[in-house]
C-alpha cells in the first residue's frame, strides 16, 4: 500500500470540526475537554482507552521519558502517556487531517509542553538516531508490507535497552478477509501478517522479543459489550469512530468482527527490547 493509498483511505475532512460538535452536544466545552471526554474518538483500536493502559503497563514508563508514538493517529495513545505516566511524547502519522486534528485536541487539553506530532512515513522517521526510550505501535503494520523496513527504523531512533510495544491486528488461521474494514478497503491494500512475522522482523531489526499476548479473547469482550451498549442507544453517539470512518464504518467493523469471531484475526501484543548492537 503506497503511502499515497494510506493517506487516501483515513482522510477525513472536518475532523476537529466534527469532534467539537459533538462534545457540545454533550454540553462539554472543547477547551475544558478531559482526556477520557476524547477517548471514544482518539483511541482508534480494539479495546479502546483499556487496551492503551494495558499497553503502558508493559512498557516501564516513568517521568520524562521520551516515547515515540509510531502511526499515532489522532494522538490518543499519546496523550494518554503524557497525561497520565508524565511522559515526552512525540507522534507521527501520515495523514495530515490525523497530525492536524491531534494538534487542536492536544491544545484542547493544554498538553503542548509535553506532546508533539509530526506528519511523516513509519518507514523514514524524521528523528535523530537514538532520541527516544520507549515506543509503541497501535493498529499501523496492517497497512505496511514492508515490516523489516519499517522495525528497522524503529530500531535506529530507540536507544539501546528501549523497549517496543507492538498492539496490531494480525493473522490467527488462513482464510479470505471480507472487505471493506477500518485499515483498507480491499485485498490489494492490507497486510495482516501473523506474529511470526512481526517477531522475525524485529529480532532481524535488532530487538530481542521480552513478551507476547494473543488478545482475542479481550477483543470479543470488548465487542460484545459495545454491541449491548448500542442496543441501549438511539442513535450514534455524538463522540466516536464512526466520525474517523465516516459512512461506511458500520461496515467496516462489522466485516472487522466477522473476521474476528471466526478466529480468522485478532489482535496481538509484542513487547521487545532493543539490544545495544545491530544484528550481523
Avoid at 528523528?127 to 527504523?153: E, P, Y
Avoid at 471493506?180 to 524485529?202: D, M, N
Wanted: contains cysteine; hydrophobic residues 40%.
Amino acid at each position: 500500500m503506497s503511502s499515497d493509498s494510506v493517506t487516501t483511505h483515513y482522510a477525513r475532512t472536518g475532523l476537529s470540526e466534527a469532534i467539537r460538535a459533538g462534545l457540545e452536544s454533550r454540553g462539554i466545552d472543547p477547551t475544558r475537554a478531559t482526556i477520557d471526554d476524547l477517548g471514544p474518538v482518539d483511541e482508534f483500536h480494539v479495546g479502546g482507552r483499556a487496551a492503551s493502559r494495558e499497553l503502558a503497563e508493559h512498557l516501564d514508563l516513568a517521568p520524562d521519558l521520551a516515547v515515540i508514538d509510531v502511526g499515532c493517529g489522532l494522538g490518543g495513545p499519546a496523550r494518554f502517556l503524557a497525561h497520565e505516566y508524565g511522559c515526552r511524547v512525540s507522534g507521527i502519522d501520515l495523514t495530515p487531517e490525523y497530525i492536524d486534528t491531534a494538534r487542536t485536541l492536544t491544545e484542547w487539553l493544554e498538553l503542548g509542553d509535553a506532546v508533539d506530532f509530526h506528519v511523516g512515513s513509519a518507514l523514514e522517521m524524521p528523528f535523530d538516531d537514538a532520541s527516544f526510550d520507549r515506543g509503541l505501535m497501535v493498529h499501523v503494520g496492517m497497512n505496511i508490507a514492508d515490516k523489516r523496513s519499517l522495525f528497522q527504523d524503529v530500531a535506529r531512533v530507540l536507544r539501546p535497552g528501549g523497549v517496543f510495544g507492538v498492539y496490531d491486528i494480525m493473522r490467527r488461521a488462513e482464510g479470505p478477509l471480507t472487505f471493506p474494514v477500518p485499515w483498507a478497503g480491499g485485498s490489494e491494500s492490507s497486510f495482516v501478517e501473523k506474529p511470526e512475522i512481526y517477531a522475525e522482523a524485529l529480532e532481524a531489526a535488532g530487538f530481542e522479543i521480552i513478551e507476547e499476548r494473543d488478545r482475542h479473547a479481550f477483543a470479543i469482550e470488548f465487542f460484545d459489550a459495545r454491541r449491548a451498549r448500542q442496543e441501549q442507544m438511539d442513535g450514534l453517539p455524538p463522540v466516536g469512530l464512526h466520525l474517523l470512518m465516516g459512512e461506511s464504518a458500520p461496515t467496516k467493523l462489522g466485516n472487522m468482527v466477522k473476521s474476528l469471531r471466526a478466529g480468522a484475526i485478532g489482535p496481538y501484543e509484542i513487547y521487545a527490547r532493543k539490544v545495544s548492537h545491530q544484528p550481523s
